[in-house]
């Protein structure tokens, strides 16, 4: 356990800030929410010197957690709360493949220009100026993964991860419920509890995440004036990047465009796992080693691109 504090940084449309909340729920773990807006700038974590651009984030206490993949490992490793399977990586794959098909299945009316610009960087389907004509296979696609998790994962047990529920229900169905909750697939023909009744009354038997949120000024003061939470684990120098410890450095994700939002630091951590960035601040933020780009911030630094770890 750890005594320092716990917030979230993400806002309730988000869905992999759904995710996150999720697992908290699921570990029995309070927490806080700094509520976030929806598009650019994000005042609070640029307060914070934060230039990471991905929702969720989340903090325990100056150790902040980027990537949703990390912060659950994180959360796992620190905690060991949620049953596991031997299946979880599969279907986590599955869950990502559940919301590429969400994306294609939005509401126009809900693509303002202002959110399509903000996101166009990190999902450019959305900018396609044939987008309502993506729906209709989109919804087809959702009804055939559906299908699969109605007649074959969803058994006789009450969860997909056994009697209790697990890190598989969080992988496989948070874009599940994003999808029939915030997006309205729930309201669409063939996606209701008569055409699904084990998805939707599993969903419903999910935990509720326990939190309060905290205003802009008392989580920073509240971060700022706590303590590391995570043990040091150093640079190893024999990496491929081949930085060296206190280099300044910029991670940004590899899925996206190169430069449009790198976060910068001090080289503080470096592992198979992970790398750590230390901030002016004093705060430290964790990114996982896969799908990410880590480079000298000098001109000229060479990029490092890798998803083995």
Same mark, same amino acid.
């Given at each position: 356990?750890?005594?320092?504090?716990?917030?979230?940084?993400?806002?309730?449309?988000?869905?992999?800030?759904?995710?996150?909340?999720?697992?908290?729920?699921?570990?029995?773990?309070?927490?806080?929410?700094?509520?976030?807006?929806?598009?650019?700038?994000?005042?609070?974590?640029?307060?914070?010197?934060?230039?990471?651009?991905?929702?969720? +984030?989340?903090?325990?206490?100056?150790?902040?957690?980027?990537?949703?993949? *990390?912060?659950?490992?994180?959360?796992?490793?620190?905690?060991?709360?949620?049953?596991?399977?031997?299946?979880?990586?599969?279907?986590?794959?599955?869950?990502?493949?559940?919301?590429?098909?969400?994306?294609?299945?939005?509401?126009?009316?809900?693509?303002?220009?202002?959110? /399509?610009? =903000?996101?166009?960087?990190?999902?450019?389907? &959305?900018?396609?100026?044939?987008?309502?004509?993506?729906?209709?296979?989109?919804?087809? !696609?959702?009804?055939? $993964?559906?299908?699969?998790?109605?007649? !074959?994962? *969803?058994?006789?047990?009450?969860? /997909?991860?056994?009697?209790?529920?697990?890190?598989?229900?969080?992988?496989?169905?948070?874009?599940?419920?994003?999808?029939?909750? $915030?997006?309205?697939?729930?309201?669409?023909?063939?996606?209701?509890?008569? =055409?699904?009744?084990?998805?939707?009354?599993?969903?419903?038997?999910?935990? #509720?995440?326990?939190?309060?949120?905290?205003?802009?000024?008392? @989580?920073?003061?509240?971060?700022?004036?706590?303590?590391?939470?995570?043990?040091?684990?150093?640079? =190893?120098?024999?990496?491929? &990047?081949?930085?060296?410890?206190?280099? !300044?450095?910029?991670?940004?994700? #590899?899925?996206?465009?190169?430069?449009?939002?790198?976060?910068?630091?001090?080289? @503080?951590?470096? =592992?198979?796992?992970?790398?750590? @960035?230390?901030?002016?601040?004093?705060?430290?933020?964790?990114?996982?080693?896969?799908?990410?780009? +880590?480079?000298?911030?000098?001109?000229?630094?060479?990029?490092?691109?890798?998803?083995?770890?």
């Amino acid at each position: 356990m750890t005594n320092q504090p716990i917030v979230t940084f993400d806002y309730e449309f988000s869905p992999y800030g759904q995710k996150i909340r999720s697992v908290l729920a699921g570990s029995n773990i309070s927490f806080q929410r700094s509520d976030q807006p929806v598009v650019l700038p994000r005042p609070i974590l640029e307060k914070l010197d934060i230039t990471y651009r991905r929702i969720p +984030v989340l903090a325990i206490g100056k150790d902040v957690y980027a990537d949703s993949s *990390l912060i659950i490992d994180e959360i796992q490793t620190r905690f060991n709360t949620l049953p596991t399977t031997p299946a979880d990586k599969a279907y986590e794959q599955f869950g990502i493949e559940i919301f590429t098909s969400a994306l294609n299945i939005i509401p126009v009316a809900a693509l303002t220009p202002e959110f /399509v610009k =903000d996101r166009e960087t990190i999902f450019p389907s &959305l900018k396609n100026p044939d987008y309502a004509s993506l729906r209709p296979s989109g919804l087809a !696609e959702m009804r055939q $993964k559906f299908n699969i998790i109605e007649n !074959e994962f *969803l058994g006789n047990s009450s969860f /997909v991860a056994g009697d209790k529920f697990g890190l598989a229900d969080v992988h496989l169905g948070w874009a599940v419920g994003w999808s029939l909750e $915030k997006i309205g697939l729930s309201q669409e023909p063939g996606f209701s509890r008569q =055409d699904y009744p084990k998805i939707h009354k599993w969903l419903s038997s999910w935990p #509720s995440p326990d939190f309060k949120d905290i205003g802009e000024e008392d @989580v920073k003061e509240l971060l700022l004036n706590s303590g590391f939470s995570a043990k040091d684990i150093g640079v =190893d120098e024999k990496d491929y &990047l081949g930085i060296k410890q206190g280099t !300044e450095v910029t991670v940004e994700n #590899s899925d996206t465009k190169a430069g449009a939002h790198p976060q910068k630091g001090k080289l @503080v951590g470096l =592992d198979q796992r992970e790398t750590v @960035v230390e901030l002016k601040n004093g705060l430290r933020v964790h990114f996982p080693r896969v799908r990410y780009v +880590v480079k000298e911030a000098k001109a000229g630094g060479l990029a490092s691109r890798f998803g083995l770890g």
